[in-house]
């Protein structure tokens, strides 16, 4: 396993530079996250949280300042590699899941291999492994549209490992869930932490932010990391 | 090896995403097979006409000589033959009667032509034309296939009667059938001799509708044409080569107009493609925002769209240029008969061979095909640029 960590330093983000709409979205943003480690990422809604998730999970690079992800410094990256090394590196869990409704489990598990040239038989042997391990294997040739909600989840995070990826991000895990389902999600999290994985959530919800699996809160105000 | 199964994938992808929007892919697949279909099916159609007509004008007098009077045309004597005579490199005259003879129960007009092939050069190879049967002797025709389909009204047509001009009948025994490929010329046509063709139509023994000259060598058919029309004033003199710029003109002319109408169904076709590639449905939109976001290039999803584009109109251009050559074929070119033939009330049945040639098929490829990938691959672009970030929010 590549030793994974994020570092960011005095990284600033503005969108529309130049123009009359230009919104400053982060500001000196100095955080190191460690390798192997579950924070969470904490703040109002517009505080910058999302922005700074884009930059971590390769996205975007920041407008200025320097950021290291996986040991690869993205700061004038061409766009192009942007999406190799966050391919490689980054597994996204979306907070309204965005799986497509049309696919079945299977097709949108294997979905980020599809580029990579990897055939139909090695696609659905990775993704049975995880589907397994998900316990959503019986859902496997189903519509997406046609299973729970919390089913839908495990699906986005089936394609978020069917990579391989040694960082998880989380946006909003737990918005859509009750609080059975969220407690799975933070007992998949922690799975996934013990296998290796760095885990950055961000969330409101006090089941994940004072979940003993969390190891950080990096509270966000403004663009700027608020320090209590 | 890599980037092939790259693209096999993508294009499996392409495929179901098809399937998953398969009435819009259905939609464009069955408009885009028209706009083919109609394109395709009159340039068969004009091409096998004009080919046809080619083939069988082989056949007409290298110069006709017609009198005119008050700018209409009047039979001309047979003396006219002797003031000829002066001119060197003319091999033969023939007198030729070529006329109209409405029958009153069909409402059709057939074509006469009165010939003496026995006494023209290269006379016998009228016998060429005819599918059954043998140049005509005295009483006797040889029929258009219409002409005969008509006479025979389910029976054989051996015996048939004609009316002269003062009503009384004439009585003809059928010597043969013309062969369906000389349809374009001889469907409403009745061949005989000249004698006979005289008598059905009350010409006096001296006159013929016009004269056919065979020249000794081709190549002086414009001189020699142009020596009978100083030499006789009163007439008109047409050659083959002329005939055959008339019917390449009528044709071409019919096929400019049809073709303008095509071309605007084209236009529309174009428009109509467009605005269904590059209208993105909120979900298109979202569905490329979640590819790029788990880690598809730019170029994958226009790769993605291309090979929908293609699909699309590879499908599309089968069917339609099938559907076509099936028009052409089996159909008669039912669609474009009437522009493409005009006036006659015997319409030819025509056997028409689509001729299918590669210059003709890749015009129309890129007439169909480049605008609707064009149509596809330019706003996918736009689409495929749409930040990843979007599936964030």
Redesign the interface.
């Given at each position: 396993m590549t030793a994974s960590f994020v570092a960011l330093e005095d990284v600033c983000k503005i969108y529309n530079q130049g123009q009359p709409n230009q919104v400053r979205a982060l500001h000196n943003i100095n955080l190191v996250i460690a390798a192997n480690s579950m924070v969470c990422l904490q703040g109002a809604s517009g505080s910058g949280k999302s922005t700074l998730l884009s930059i971590i999970g390769c996205v975007f690079p920041p407008t200025s300042g320097r950021a290291t992800i996986a040991g690869k410094a993205l700061s004038r990256m061409p766009d192009r590699f942007l999406t190799i090394h966050r391919r490689n590196t980054i597994g996204f869990i979306f907070q309204h899941f965005n799986i497509l409704p049309d696919l079945t489990v299977l097709e949108n598990i294997t979905l980020p291999l599809m580029p990579l040239g990897i055939g139909p038989g090695a696609r659905k042997e990775r993704a049975e492994r995880l589907m397994e391990m998900l316990s959503i294997g019986h859902r496997s040739n189903f519509p997406a549209r046609q299973i729970s909600g919390g089913e839908l989840q495990r699906v986005a995070i089936a394609r978020a490992l069917i990579n391989d990826p040694p960082i998880v991000l989380a946006d909003e895990p737990t918005a859509h869930l009750d609080h059975t389902l969220s407690l799975a999600f933070m007992e998949i999290m922690r799975e996934l932490q013990r296998a290796g994985k760095t885990i950055i959530l961000t969330s409101h919800d006090p089941l994940i932010t004072q979940h003993p699996a969390v190891e950080r809160i990096i509270a966000i105000e403004d663009g700027e990391i608020h320090v209590p | 090896?890599?980037?092939?199964?790259?693209q096999?994938?993508?294009i499996?992808?392409s495929l179901?995403s098809l399937w998953?929007r398969r009435f819009k892919s259905l939609g464009v697949m069955v408009v885009f097979a028209g706009v083919i279909f109609l394109l395709a099916s009159f340039q068969m159609t004009t091409k096998a006409l004009t080919n046809a007509a080619s083939d069988i004008l082989a056949f007409a007098p290298e110069i006709t000589i017609q009198k005119m009077k008050a700018g209409r045309q009047e039979s001309i004597p047979l003396e006219y033959k002797e003031k000829l005579a002066v001119i060197l490199g003319i091999r033969a005259i023939t007198p030729r009667i070529w006329g109209y003879y409405f029958n009153e129960t069909s409402g059709a007009n057939y074509t006469v032509l009165g010939l003496d092939p026995f006494s023209m050069p290269l006379g016998d190879q009228l016998g060429e034309a005819i599918d059954t049967g043998a140049l005509p002797l005295d009483h006797e025709a040889v029929l258009g296939q219409g002409v005969f389909a008509e006479l025979a009204g389910g029976g054989d047509a051996v015996i048939f009667s004609l009316f002269r001009p003062d009503l009384s009948l004439k009585t003809f025994s059928r010597a043969g059938v013309f062969k369906a490929e000389t349809n374009i010329l001889t469907y409403d046509t009745l061949f005989m001799n000249l004698d006979d063709a005289r008598d059905l139509f009350s010409l006096p023994a001296d006159m013929a509708t016009d004269l056919c000259v065979t020249v000794a060598n081709p190549n002086e058919v414009q001189t020699i044409a142009k020596k009978i029309a100083a030499l006789l004033p009163d007439t008109r003199v047409v050659t083959r080569q002329q005939i055959q710029k008339t019917y390449q003109g009528v044709f071409g002319w019919r096929s400019g107009f049809a073709s303008i109408c095509l071309l605007t169904a084209l236009a529309a076709f174009i428009i109509f493609a467009w605005d269904k590639a590059s209208g993105l449905t909120p979900e298109e939109r979202?569905?490329i925002s979640?590819?790029?976001?788990?880690?598809?290039?730019?170029?994958?999803v226009l790769t993605l769209r291309f090979w929908e584009g293609v699909t699309v109109s590879t499908v599309s251009f089968v069917v339609g240029y099938t559907l076509a050559y099936v028009h052409v074929s089996f159909f008669e070119a039912s669609l474009f008969r009437p522009v493409l033939l005009g006036w006659s009330v015997l319409h030819p049945a025509l056997r028409l061979v689509p001729s299918v040639e590669l210059g003709e098929t890749l015009l129309i490829l890129c007439l169909t095909v480049v605008p609707y990938l064009a149509a596809t691959i330019i706003p996918a672009w736009r689409a495929a640029i749409i930040?990843?970030?979007s599936?964030?929010?």
């Open positions: - | 090896m890599m980037s092939f199964a790259r096999a994938n993508i499996d992808y179901s998953r979202k569905e979640i590819l790029k976001i788990i880690g598809w290039q730019t170029s994958d930040p990843a970030d599936a964030l929010n």
